[in-house]
């Protein structure tokens, strides 16, 4: 055996890189989560489904009944682990059209995630709670 030549090895370290680019990126499909709550529609994502224990960004979009986008409400998202006695909250910032904010889902297990909604010049506070299951 003589090894590999020069240019299988170009190839090989290509298909990889592309391996890494595209298959990692579609293996990793993201968490879409999505209820109506008091006439909004609150849906957020995570990076991973299932979502991996550590930080995980959360996108956070609401909707009006009209299905107008709603970019000035007061978004906060509790998560924990109610069988710890785990929870923590975040303000989520209101950035290119969507409320963000990076939650540390600090292990693996059953955990949930409810995002409240105060509107501008409102008091209500809607709350969307969702459960998930970290690995
Ligand atoms: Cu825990």
Same mark, same amino acid.
């Given at each position: 055996?003589? *090894?590999?030549?020069? $240019?299988?090895?170009?190839?090989?370290?290509?298909?990889?890189?592309?391996?890494?680019?595209?298959?990692?990126?579609? #293996?990793?499909?993201?968490? /879409?989560?999505?209820?109506?709550? %008091?006439?909004?529609?609150?849906? /957020?994502?995570?990076?991973?489904?299932?979502?991996?224990?550590?930080?995980?960004?959360?996108?956070?979009? #609401?909707?009006?009944?009209?299905?107008?986008?709603? *970019?000035?409400?007061?978004?906060?998202?509790?998560?924990?682990?109610?069988?710890? *006695?785990?929870?923590?909250?975040?303000?989520?910032?209101?950035?290119? *059209?969507?409320?963000?904010?990076?939650? %540390?889902?600090?292990?693996?297990? %059953?955990?949930?995630?409810?995002?409240?909604?105060?509107?501008?010049?409102?008091?209500?506070?809607?709350?969307? $709670?969702? %459960?998930?299951?970290?690995?």
């Amino acid at each position: 055996m003589n *090894g590999i030549s020069a $240019r299988q090895f170009v190839i090989f370290a290509a298909a990889l890189f592309m391996l890494a680019l595209f298959g990692g990126s579609a #293996l990793a499909a993201e968490l /879409a989560l999505e209820k109506k709550v %008091d006439g909004i529609t609150i849906s /957020a994502t995570l990076d991973h489904d299932p979502p991996a224990a550590g930080k995980n960004n959360a996108v956070v979009k #609401l909707t009006d009944s009209a299905g107008k986008p709603l *970019g000035d409400a007061k978004v906060i998202v509790e998560y924990g682990m109610e069988a710890h *006695g785990m929870s923590s909250k975040v303000a989520a910032k209101f950035t290119d *059209g969507a409320y963000k904010a990076l939650l %540390d889902l600090s292990m693996g297990g %059953d955990w949930y995630i409810e995002v409240k909604v105060q509107q501008t010049g409102g008091k209500k506070v809607s709350k969307a $709670r969702f %459960d998930v299951k970290v690995k």
